[in-house]
């Protein structure tokens, strides 16, 4: 049975929420054993997305300081700092349309974030296309 890419992205949104958690509390993170207890088949979207964003988090997160007025990306809740790292990640490292990339980070801020993050959300990816 195939996944949408909207489910995947949801499903990495949770991976790196995780990750975050784990990082937070000083455990032992294996990546590859969180994407597996979170996704059924081998998902090579999932795992280029997730080590991506790992990889690149320190730029991915200077980038969202630098766009964000007055806040910082850790000062946004663990959900929204995944969605927001995953579509900055999209956007400047994959050749995912633009259009795509902010309607699924959007769709997921809504679901899982409160009203304001999701605007911080949108508000930074709309100034990540204007660069």
């Known amino acids: 049975m195939a996944i949408s890419r909207n489910e995947l992205r949801k499903k990495i949104m949770i991976i790196l929420y995780q990750i975050d958690i784990y990082k937070e509390q000083k455990m032992d993170v294996c990546i590859d054993t969180i994407i597996k207890d ?3 088949i ?8 997730v080590h991506g964003v ?3 988090q320190d730029q991915i997160d200077e980038l969202a300081n630098k766009l964000m007025k ?3 990306i850790n000062r946004l809740d663990k959900s929204g700092a995944a969605i927001l790292r995953m579509a900055l990640y999209e956007l400047k490292y994959t050749k995912t349309p633009e259009v ?3 309607n699924e ?3 997921l801020a809504k ?3 409160d009203d304001s993050v999701r605007k911080i959300i949108n508000a930074i990816l709309d100034k990540t296309l204007k660069m």
Do not use: G, L, R
């Open 70 to 72: 007055d806040w910082t």
């Open 100 to 102: 795509v990339v902010i």
């Open 105 to 107: 980070a959007i769709i």
């Open 38 to 40: 979170n996704i059924e």
């Open 42 to 49: 081998d998902n090579e979207f999932v795992k280029d997305i």
């Open 111 to 113: 679901k899982y974030c």
């Open 54 to 56: 790992i990889k690149k």
